[in-house]
T-cell receptor, first 116, second 112 residues
Framework: DGGITQSPKYLFRKEGQNVTLSCEQNLNHDAMYWYRQDPGQGLRLIYYSQIVNDFQKGDIAEGYSVSREKKESFPLTVTSAQKNPTAFYLC???????????????FGPGTRLTVL | GEDVEQSLFLSVREGDSSVINCTYTDSSSTYLYWYKQEPGAGLQLLTYIFSNMDMKQDQRLTVLLNKKDKHLSLRIADTQTGDSAIYFCAERRNTGGFKTIFGAGTRLFVKA
């Protein structure tokens, strides 16, 4: 079955620690995204990648880092510099962003990160 | 403003129609989307409409688009308890790199 997976589902971190969230897709999608979801707020874009070995900052990139070494994988690292990291993190993928056409995003099940 | 705006909550009785409203910001947006999020899960695309259409119907779902007012609505007919979820409106902008901008989501409560 084609899809997008995230692990772990729940993650607990002590203050001052870095933590990496996994995102894998087997949909052969070029573009991948990381969003943060907080209660009462829309999805906020952290980083996105349009192609392997390339990624761009979204609206709230500070305190986060990503890599895109393989088409299938787009891990997100939440660093100790992120001041309020407790949130629900969603990864998504889609066909190429270029051209402005229909661009359905396929979402993973999310990772809930709690900083203790 | 910059945001896609939706009301945060809607409560309806089972069997009634639900109407979820959204205002978006970019008049050049080509596609408008409705996504559904079940508790503790990711979002799934429910339906979408191309900007040259006024209406799209898909079984119990009706999407209305008013481009002049930049207003999008989703009507769910005969709402069921299984429709309880968060519904996100999103616009695919043609400016600034074809980003998709999501609203805050409307939490729909369906009372039996």
């Amino acid at each position: 079955d084609g899809g997008i997976t995230q692990s772990p589902k729940y993650l607990f971190r002590k203050e001052g620690q870095n933590v990496t969230l996994s995102c894998e897709q087997n949909l052969n999608h070029d573009a991948m995204y990381w969003y943060r979801q907080d209660p009462g707020q829309g999805l906020r874009l952290i980083y996105y990648s349009q192609i392997v070995n390339d990624f761009q900052k979204g609206d709230i990139a500070e305190g986060y880092s990503v890599s895109r070494e393989k088409k299938e994988s787009f891990p997100l690292t939440v660093t100790s510099a992120q001041k309020n990291p407790t949130a629900f993190y969603l990864c998504a993928s889609s066909n190429s962003l270029a051209g402005g056409g229909h661009n359905e995003q396929f979402f993973g099940p999310g990772t809930r990160l709690t900083v203790l | 403003g910059e945001d896609v705006e939706q009301s945060l909550f809607l409560s309806v009785r089972e069997g009634d129609s639900s109407v979820i409203n959204c205002t978006y910001t970019d008049s050049s947006s080509t596609y408008l989307y409705w996504y559904k999020q079940e508790p503790g899960a990711g979002l799934q695309l429910l339906t979408y409409i191309f900007s040259n259409m006024d209406m799209k119907q898909d079984q119990r779902l009706t999407v209305l688009l008013n481009k002049k007012d930049k207003h999008l609505s989703l009507r769910i007919a005969d709402t069921q308890t299984g429709d309880s979820a968060i519904y996100f409106c999103a616009e695919r902008r043609n400016t600034g790199g074809f980003k998709t901008i999501f609203g805050a989501g409307t939490r729909l409560f369906v009372k039996a």
